[in-house]
């Protein structure tokens, strides 16, 4: 017996909603097999409704550019959301939810700042919100969280998030160009927009790891209390130091809990990581989360973070499971998302303890680097390795210096102090070196 | 509102057994507050009920040594299978489906052998079974496959899927161990067991992608149509000619669908791959499951293949998502399983296209080598490169040869005609290369 047809309302057209308009189009026949019901695209709503017309993605009498028809349509059960933003598309999303109509969503952003509210709003009405594209793209690393996970307290989330930043830290780790030639590079292909800045400033990666982590640890953490650090004041003689020492630079998203079990950090920023972990191993355009549970140690999710197919993978697999009947059940059941849970304790960062890489401009004459690890000394922090290449080029000499473990508080203030000497020129360079947990 | 607790039973308190009554007392909490209900291990059936009640994992009422007590106890909804093997196990699930009750199993050689009769059984019964243990220990890889990339049409399945034999290569890799002492130094910290025959003839790992590839391609394949080659019959001297070549060795199973769309290959076998390849990485015990789908391209899922908590992280994930309402809604209303499904078209093993390494060995004078790739040349089969190293010990010589790709069957008919030239000795030594797709 084959049940009636699921009812799907797609807002947005664009990249990734003509690949959910082809997919649902190209593979109706395996989609009806796989749940036993025919998925049937009742409406579209985009702005340039000519152009999706003419795209040949969607019946013509289905496409609209008016919101109030597109709400209208009778028999649509599941509306998606890839208009992207936080204006317009909370207003859809509210607009779905409160008719009752689960919402599958690729949005960070809008999860990341208004996810408690939207999904308060979901369960009230009797819906759900289905968001394995918001992070990770076609990895489904949501699913791999919430369900596969179930049974661990997580520890620690380290992800590899935004593909924009890896294929130019891929670039400029692999061919030596600097960041500028790098991010020009990651353009023409389109790798990176036109207006790169959520990328490459890790504001979309720290959107990611709101989501990820509030998942993960069951708080309620949004993008703004994420600290981030992007990938776009990175100097290649940095890259090219930590190559020398066995360190790969990745723009990580980290989250760990505290050694308290109750606190967590959460943060976005560029690391050197050990040349070689299996996050050390994702190139280009690829992204990966490692998560550490309690009981099951480290698992590892890779695949592709972005592009139009692989994110409208995980789009319609979150409606393929809301049109099984299961998602629904799943997200009012488990009290997964952060609308039901308290704000997270966050670590003050100045006590996250951790290993840095410093590089300071020295000039060069005899007992500068003693007077720089002094300072270091004086604050009770130790040091694994200094390097000093032999000086061919002027007066001043790069100088780098890997700590031991240092609570960041006790390095950023010795480093402060480094930075008032006389015989050291401009600000040091401070990259943290990420110590991946034993499996 | 919390809602009425779930009653488990447990069968097998053995290593994993233990691992989930452990997890089942010490997360009680965090369970219930993730699900809503309380979880309670009401019944734990094992033959050694004094050691079971002596370790202290369960309170001394709930432990039984008899069956038919196990299986009368009221409220019990969930039924874990830890017996292991074909047969009491395959008695136990029986009874439990006949009874109405959800299934967790993590026995994979049960599901590659019985899988479509017990699927179906649970079918009728209203119930489910949920085996999410049975491959990849820890990793969510059946989570994923099923319900995170059901968008997808999967075209392969590259998998390490056993972790002792992956140690033994590692150790032989890593260490230049034989097989002989890799074997041995695998049992003594337990990551190979007394009686390792099952692990090491590739048999654990064709169980495992017939499971896997059943519910990848939407086919029903059992354990026996897989056809596995093990790692006990490597010889170092291969390892470090690929080493050599740039190619690591991995026990893979490989489930790929074939050009014409609709037959498949499976099997078992020791394979070089590129050393860059992500799956060359995983070390050790670590397992790892490469799936490419025509819309997400190459993802990748890694962690513990085994051991006492992570196989009890998969399974109790898989009692948390029953207990939650909505797997027993999943497992019915998608059609995933096998028992829905008809038999594999099973490629026919010699058109399978791919390239090889092969080691001959040769007398070592004049033209040898111009008669052994003269045979792969009659054949059509073209080199990619050729080895031999000077020759400093005795009268024969091994020689390395890599060819294109070509299809099994022209490649095994020219060794076999090399092996029977007097100027060879021995029977060459065949593996397969993979190049694994682009992603």
């Given at each position: 017996?084959?049940?009636?047809?699921?009812?799907?309302?797609?807002?947005?057209?664009?990249?990734?909603?003509?690949?959910?308009?082809?997919?649902?189009?190209?593979?109706?026949?395996?989609?009806?097999?796989?749940?036993?019901?025919?998925?049937?695209?009742?409406?579209?709503?985009?702005?340039?409704?000519?152009?999706?017309?003419?795209?040949?993605?969607?019946?013509?009498?289905?496409?609209?550019?008016?919101?109030?028809?597109?709400?209208?349509?009778?028999?649509?059960?599941?509306?998606?959301?890839?208009?992207?933003?936080?204006?317009?598309?909370?207003?859809?999303?509210?607009?779905?939810?409160?008719?009752?109509?689960?919402?599958?969503?690729?949005?960070?952003?809008?999860?990341?700042?208004?996810?408690?509210?939207?999904?308060?709003?979901?369960?009230?009405?009797?819906?759900?919100?289905?968001?394995?594209?918001?992070?990770?793209?076609?990895?489904?690393?949501?699913?791999?969280?919430?369900?596969?996970?179930?049974?661990?307290?997580?520890?620690?989330?380290?992800?590899?998030?935004?593909?924009?930043c890896n294929y130019i830290l891929t670039e400029m780790t692999g061919k030596g160009k600097d960041y500028g030639t790098a991010l020009a590079d990651a353009?023409?292909?389109?790798?990176?927009?036109?207006?790169?800045?959520?990328?490459v400033?890790?504001?979309?990666?720290?959107?990611?790891?709101?989501?990820?982590?509030?998942?993960?640890?069951?708080?309620?953490?949004?993008?703004?209390?994420?600290?981030?650090r992007g990938v776009d004041g990175l100097d290649l003689n940095d890259i090219k130091f930590g190559d020398e020492l066995?360190y790969d630079i990745k723009l990580?998203?980290?989250?760990?809990?505290?050694?308290?079990?109750?606190?967590?950090?959460?943060?976005?920023?560029p690391c050197f990581?050990?040349k070689?972990?299996?996050?050390?191993?994702?190139?280009?355009?690829?992204?990966?989360?490692?998560?550490?549970?309690?009981?099951?140690?480290?698992?590892?999710?890779?695949?592709?973070?972005?592009?139009?197919?692989?994110?409208?993978?995980?789009?319609?697999?979150?409606?393929?499971?809301?049109?099984?009947?299961?998602?629904?059940?799943?997200?009012?059941?488990?009290?997964?998302?952060?609308?039901?849970?308290?704000?997270?304790?966050?670590?003050?960062?100045?006590?996250?303890?951790?290993?840095?890489y410093l590089r300071i401009n020295?000039?060069?004459?005899?007992?500068?680097?003693?007077?720089?690890?002094?300072?270091?000394?004086?604050?009770?922090?130790?040091?694994?390795?200094?390097l000093?290449h032999?000086?061919?080029a002027?007066?001043?000499v790069p100088?780098v210096?890997?700590?031991?473990?240092?609570?960041?508080?006790?390095?950023?203030?010795?480093?402060?102090?480094?930075?008032?000497?006389?015989?050291?020129?401009g600000s040091p360079v401070v990259i943290?070196?990420?110590?991946?947990?034993?499996?």
């Open positions: 017996m084959t049940k009636s047809a699921i009812g799907v309302g797609l807002i947005g057209c664009g990249t990734v909603g003509g690949g959910v308009a082809k997919l649902l189009r190209d593979q109706a026949d395996l989609y009806e097999q796989r749940i036993g019901r025919p998925i049937v695209l009742r409406r579209l709503l985009d702005k340039e409704k000519d152009r999706v017309i003419q795209s040949g993605l969607a019946d013509s009498a289905v496409v609209t550019d008016d919101v109030d028809s597109f709400f209208d349509t009778p028999d649509m059960q599941v509306v998606i959301e890839l208009a992207g933003g936080t204006g317009a598309a909370s207003v859809f999303v509210k607009r779905a939810l409160e008719a009752g109509k689960h919402v599958v969503t690729a949005n960070k952003a809008l999860l990341a700042e208004q996810g408690p509210e939207l999904f308060a709003l979901a369960r009230e009405n009797n819906a759900s919100i289905a968001f394995e594209a918001s992070c990770g793209g076609g990895i489904p690393c949501v699913t791999a969280l919430t369900f596969g996970l179930m049974a661990n307290r997580i520890d620690a989330l380290y992800g590899i998030l935004n593909g924009t353009q023409k292909p389109g790798y990176a927009e036109a207006d790169p800045t959520l990328d400033t890790g504001g979309d990666t720290a959107h990611k790891i709101a989501i990820l982590a509030s998942l993960g640890f069951g708080v309620n953490i949004t993008g703004d209390q994420v600290p981030a066995g990580l998203a980290i989250a760990e809990r505290q050694p308290d079990g109750e606190s967590v950090s959460v943060g976005v920023e990581i050990h070689t972990d299996l996050l050390a191993q994702v190139g280009g355009a690829f992204n990966a989360l490692s998560v550490y549970g309690h009981a099951v140690g480290h698992t590892l999710y890779y695949g592709a973070g972005a592009g139009q197919m692989p994110t409208a993978s995980a789009v319609v697999a979150d409606v393929m499971n809301i049109a099984a009947g299961w998602y629904g059940p799943a997200f009012q059941n488990m009290k997964l998302t952060p609308d039901l849970h308290a704000p997270a304790k966050l670590a003050a960062p100045e006590s996250l303890v951790s290993r840095y020295a000039i060069d004459k005899p007992g500068v680097i003693a007077q720089a690890t002094a300072a270091l000394g004086n604050a009770g922090i130790s040091l694994s390795a200094v000093q032999e000086n061919n002027g007066s001043y100088i210096i890997v700590t031991h473990k240092a609570a960041q508080g006790d390095l950023l203030a010795a480093v402060k102090q480094i930075e008032s000497m006389q015989v050291i020129d943290r070196i990420v110590d991946l947990p034993d499996e």
